[in-house]
Every structure is written in C-alpha cells, then in structure tokens.
C-alpha cells in the first residue's frame, strides 16, 4: 500500500499559480507513475496529468496544456505540479495518485492521496 500526502493548495486569483507538491510512502518500488487528477464540485473526478517513472513520457488533459507543469523527483519518490495562469474553472480538489499502471490507463487507479483544495477567485 502506498501512502501519498499532498501539500500546496490554497486560494489565488485568476492568472496567479500554485505548486502542489506529493511525497509517497510505503510500496514504492512498485510505483511505475504518478499523476495528478482533480475534482470539482459536482462534476466526476478528471486527470489532468501524469508522468511516467520509467520513461518521462508526460501527459497533459488538453484543458491545461500550456499552463500546467507535471514533474518528478525518483529519488524522493515525490511528484509536483506547477499550475500558472490559473482560471476559476481550475477550482477543484486535486488528489495526487501512484501506481503500477501506465500514464496510458485513465481509471483503475488504487493508490490515492487525500487532496489538496485549490480555489482560484475571479
């Protein structure tokens, strides 16, 4: 089992940025990537990116490409996310995620974070 803790949420204005940082613990030898997805209220749970530890390979949801950054540090078994220019349709609760799956599987992912609220005010 794998434990993951988010930390860098918070509340910024429209066209401000914020870095969401996630550390695991625990299981993860077997972590082959790590991604980010986020949920706003009412809508179902998204990714918005992902990032491969084997190879690098990254992949944006085309609604942040350009604005949002995705990267790794192996060694400390920590992914990041570099949000800029941030819009009010950003507003969500980001959940950081581990597993053993490719960047190229979307759901079936088990290892979760609790999230991190991120409000962006217009």
């Known amino acids: 089992q794998v434990l993951l803790v988010e930390s860098g949420g918070g509340e910024v204005q429209a066209g401000g940025s914020l870095r969401l940082s996630c550390s695991a613990s625990?299981?993860?030898?077997?972590?082959?990537?790590m991604g980010w997805y986020r949920q706003a209220p009412g809508k179902e749970r998204e990714r918005v990116s992902c990032?491969?530890?084997?190879?690098?390979?990254?992949y944006y949801t085309n609604s942040v490409k350009g604005r949002f950054t995705i990267s790794s540090d192996n060694a400390k078994n920590a992914v990041y996310l570099q949000m800029n220019s941030l819009t009010p349709e950003d507003t969500a609760i980001y959940y950081c995620?581990?597993?053993?799956?490719?960047?190229?599987?979307?759901?079936?992912?088990?290892?979760w974070g609790q999230g991190t609220q991120v409000t962006v005010s217009s």
């Open positions: 995620t581990a597993d053993y799956l490719p960047c190229t599987v979307v759901r079936g992912w088990e290892n």
């Open positions: 625990g299981g993860t030898f077997s972590i082959r990537s």
């Open positions: 990032i491969s530890r084997r190879d690098g390979s990254i």
